[in-house]
């Protein structure tokens, strides 16, 4: 009967720590999923950066040659 009941018992623990085993595992996939998105989300933030400021630059290229217009030219309204 000790034999079965020892057995048993170590079929639970071995049992444990495969569950334990797989649950490390979903962790570590999570942790660098988690970081594989934050990266992603500095790449983007980075690229919103850069599209401000390349729309900047053209507002201010806009504004230029608005000033530039001779002030005999009425400003069109629609």
Known sequence: ML???DSRLKQHLAS???SAQLA???AAASIADN??????VEAIGKRLEDQKNRLQSRKEI???FIREIPPSCPPRHR
């Open 35 to 40: 970081a594989q998105t934050q990266s992603d």
């Open 62 to 64: 806009i504004e230029v």
């Open 3 to 5: 034999n079965a009941a």
């Open 24 to 26: 490390l595992d979903c």
């Open 16 to 18: 444990l720590d495969r």
